[in-house]
């Protein structure tokens, strides 16, 4: 993890994480470890105008879920809605068990059940600020492949954020 770190302070461009294993981007099309939280957008199953923000904050494992108009997620009581359950399947094909587990402070339990070893405190987090991390997300996929630094990146340490 250091040689990583390191590696990223002697760039000045951020490097895309290569999930560790494929992810099904039209489900969750964004999943990042930042701000403290496991977050990112989940859409809804049944209306494709809808999204879900979803996310599970480290060292408290506090659940929150609620739609991008900020409406709180139905499905969320006391226990885990399908929607952070998919955000943090998705997080472990991106990152691996070990390092969300590692992120969020969770003794994962020997079923590898991430959700179930979570405590099951549900707390709103404003939704607003994962989805316009998600749309500047979105917005740095349209800029043409360069070497040339992108000086606001250097506000997203993308890999500098994750230890
Ligand atoms: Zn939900």
């Known amino acids: 993890m250091d040689a990583d770190r390191t590696a990223w302070e002697q760039r000045s461009v951020v490097r895309v994480v290569a999930p560790v294993e494929p992810r099904k981007l039209a489900k969750v099309p964004f999943v990042e470890l930042a701000d403290g939280r496991l977050q990112g957008v989940v859409s809804s199953g049944s209306d494709i105008e809808r999204v879900y923000v979803s996310s599970i904050t480290a060292g408290t494992h506090a659940l929150s879920c609620s739609t991008n108009n900020n409406r709180p997620c139905g499905a969320l009581h006391g226990y885990a809605c399908k929607h952070i359950r998919m955000l943090a399947d998705e997080a472990v094909l991106q990152y691996g068990m070990d390092r969300v587990a590692r992120y969020l402070r969770v003794e994962v339990a020997e079923d590898g059940d991430l959700i179930g070893s979570l405590n099951r405190l549900v707390e709103r987090t404003p939704a607003a600020v994962v989805f ?30 994750v230890r």
Do not use: K, Q
């Not at 749309?135 to 954020?161: C, I, K, N, Q």
């Open 132 to 161: 316009s991390r998600f749309l500047r997300h979105l917005a740095y996929l349209e800029v043409p492949d360069s070497t040339e630094p992108l000086a606001e990146l250097h506000w997203f340490p993308a890999m500098g954020a």
